[in-house]
């Protein structure tokens, strides 16, 4: 009888699990049945979307290319470059007409880049940037540089110039980490009296930056602010500052909504947005461009300023766009 | 709790405490270090980072590093009972994810039902987020008796069927907010992770609730000796009269619930629910176990020795974020400790057989 009874509800679980997918089958939407329609998917590889910034950029490339008449197919490389390697396989095996992607490495990417070329297949790199020209038809990133300038400028405002300060860095083989902690310093340290007494890797992840900043707070109690390389780790540094009760500032990267929402609350103090939604649209209207005319008119390597957001303009910000801008 | 390695705990297979007449003192004192390693490697380690920063041995920094070990130990507990059967839990990991979802979407977005959201309150969040995870061990314990798969693959597949579920949960989103609302009545979730009663965090009280429990039953009850017997040796266990299959379901339970508080503890913390927590944490447990002296064959170690490794790999990393080392090495020390633990470990089975050998 009690044995009868788990069977029964382990299946049940397991039913229970197989049904939560349900609900989306979005990557089967194009159907092999018939070539010409085969020829028109639009393949978008991403980051994990458990950051919001990554789902934005999803939601935007994919809502754009459907409106412009293309299928798509919605893949994550969650940072992964062999992952993403099979999703280029995948691009490749289904004929797509052109990859859109946000890349899982800057040296990682480019044969299989490289390999979607050779199999006739345009990739539009968004957001990051590989470390080689003419393989993708246009590299599409946000200004990190002159992002973390902002970011820079308004933490060492916060900070009144003065004072200790921690570093939280992104993984070290995306070359955006390495971009926007140099932007950082570059303004930072023309500050003879802002310190940086810790700097730590928490690998752009919410809970290893809680807990790497807990300890930091151990090691530097009279630390004055936390500078973080984006959004998700600046959520993560701002949980441990609140669970010690110590006013701590923080900055973030990104625009993430639930940043900006902090920001409105008057928890975490600014952030630097990407407008990920955008650059995600202008590379599926270029792609589309190329596929109709064999050309974009338009130079490989493009960068769209970042935007700081603070209190002041954190009301009028929306789903990585800021209201006329 | 020097002495705790030494208990081993009615297991039938630890070996007798001879006195080898003529035995070289020094012999001896070697193997009550080596049975106590992980003691003496905690107490080393506290040691060197004192001396090196200030700030390492004051009381809020015990209490942080403890509370960072306590997600760790309770998931660890849960995998030491699999390794005492001769099995191995990959899937921890995962299902704390899963339950962190799991509960992070019924606070944060509700139940649906026809008709309307259905929100419940933190403490059936906790129940359901709880027994999500024992379901998943209890899937895990099924598969490996009923149908024979190898609890390495059965738990391997897991790996990737809870990180998926939990994935598709959210379909790869966060739930940013966990604070709840009074109109849903669902207040409070950050109690487990962030409060503290006494002036100790409450995930730490539950660590210590969780080892207490879990050092009964290994020790106390037929259960627990039990656990020991199939992992010492299963034929032996059948011919005996034990329900093998029963116990090796049990543990999946245990663990996958233990997994699944470990999660929401995590989550609790960290007010916000994401697909991808507690990834590679498995690793993390097992190791923890083995440096406490479980042996991955089955049937020898103590819930307290996994304690003890728990408490060693946390105090170590948290030591070097403290002095500022570099994630790279952190890694590398990680891992050299490990392997120290199992050479040790070694070491300390081949001496025992001298010693015992010298006897007869």
């Not at chain 1, 490749?92 to 390999?115: E, K």
């Not at chain 1, 270029?286 to 596929?291: E, T």
Request: hydrophobic share 45%; aromatic share 6%; charged share 15%.
């Amino acid at each position: 009888m009690w044995r009868r009874s788990l069977v029964a509800v382990g299946a049940a679980s397991v039913l229970a699990l197989a049904g939560c997918g349900g609900g989306d089958s979005d990557e089967g939407s194009s159907s092999d049945a018939s070539a010409p329609a085969a020829a028109k998917l639009v393949v978008i590889i991403t980051p994990s979307p458990d950051n919001v910034f990554f789902k934005a950029e999803q939601d935007a490339a994919k809502a754009q290319a459907e409106k412009l008449g293309y299928q798509t197919l919605v893949l994550s490389h969650d940072d992964d470059p062999t992952k993403q390697s099979q999703g280029f396989d995948t691009a490749i095996s289904r004929r797509a007409a052109a990859v859109i992607l946000d890349n899982a490495g800057a040296d990682a990417s480019v044969t299989a880049i490289q390999r979607a070329k050779d199999a006739k297949i345009p990739t539009f790199l968004i957001d990051r940037e590989i470390n080689k020209t003419g393989v993708a038809v246009a590299q599409i990133v946000s200004n990190n540089a002159q992002g973390a300038g902002l970011g820079g400028q308004e933490f060492a405002k916060l900070m009144d110039s003065k004072g200790e300060y921690a570093e939280l860095t992104g993984k070290a083989t995306d070359t955006n980490a390495g971009v926007r902690s140099q932007g950082y310093h570059g303004v930072l340290d023309q500050y003879p009296d802002l310190k940086m007494v810790a700097q730590q890797s928490a690998n752009w992840d919410q809970a290893e930056a809680l807990s790497k900043t807990q300890t930091i707070l151990q090691a530097h109690p009279t630390i004055k602010g936390i500078i973080a390389g984006n959004d998700t780790m600046a959520l993560g540094a701002y949980a441990a500052v609140q669970a010690a009760k110590k006013n701590v500032i923080v900055v973030g990267f990104d625009g993430s909504p639930d940043v900006v929402s902090s920001i409105l609350k008057d928890g975490i103090k600014a952030t630097v947005l990407q407008p990920a939604s955008k650059i995600a649209e202008m590379a599926v209207d270029q792609a589309d461009a190329y596929l109709k005319t064999g050309k974009t008119d338009l130079p490989e390597k493009q960068s769209v300023d970042c935007v700081l957001v603070n209190p002041d303009n954190a009301g009028s910000v929306k789903n990585f766009t800021v209201a006329g801008s | 709790m020097t002495d705790t390695h030494v208990a081993a705990p009615a297991s039938g297979a630890a070996t007798p405490q001879p006195d080898p007449p003529g035995n070289p003192v020094l012999a001896r004192t070697a193997l009550l270090l080596l049975r106590g390693r992980t003691l003496v490697v905690l107490v080393l380690l506290v040691i060197f980072f004192s001396s090196v920063s200030s700030e390492y041995l004051t009381q809020s920094n015990i209490i942080l590093m403890t509370k960072h070990v306590a997600i760790n130990a309770i998931l660890a507990i849960g995998v030491t009972f699999v390794i005492l059967t001769g099995g191995i839990d990959l899937s921890v990991g995962s299902i704390a994810g899963l339950a962190s979802m799991v509960s992070g979407g019924l606070l944060f977005t509700g139940l649906g039902v026809p008709g309307g959201t259905l929100f419940f309150s933190v403490a059936v969040v906790i129940l359901l987020g709880i027994v999500v995870g024992a379901l998943v061990g209890a899937v895990n314990g099924l598969l490996i008796t009923r149908f024979g798969v190898a609890p390495f693959i059965a738990t391997l597949g897991m790996l990737y069927v809870a990180r998926g579920a939990a994935q598709l949960h959210s379909d790869g989103g966060t739930y940013p907010d966990l604070a709840g609302s009074p109109e849903r009545g669902n207040q409070g979730f950050g109690f487990i992770g962030v409060d503290s009663l006494l002036g100790i965090p409450v995930a730490v009280w539950i660590m210590v609730v969780v080892a207490a429990v879990a050092i009964v039953v290994t020790t106390k009850t037929p259960f627990g000796r039990q656990i020991y017997a199939v992992g010492g040796n299963e034929r032996a266990a059948v011919l005996a009269g034990i329900r093998v299959n029963r116990i090796k379901i049990a543990v999946y339970v245990i663990s996958g619930a233990c997994a699944a508080l470990a999660g929401l503890l995590l989550t609790s913390e960290l007010g916000a629910a994401y697909p991808d927590t507690a990834t590679t944490y498995e690793l993390n447990a097992i190791a923890a176990a083995v440096l406490g002296g479980t042996a991955l064959s089955g049937g020898r170690g103590t819930i307290i020795g996994t304690v003890m490794g728990a408490f060693v790999i946390g105090f170590l990393s948290d030591g070097l974020v403290l002095i500022g080392v570099s994630t790279f090495w952190q890694s590398v020390v990680k891992g050299a400790v490990i392997i120290f633990a199992v050479i040790t470990e070694q070491a300390q089975q081949r001496l025992q057989s001298n010693l015992t050998k010298r006897t007869a």
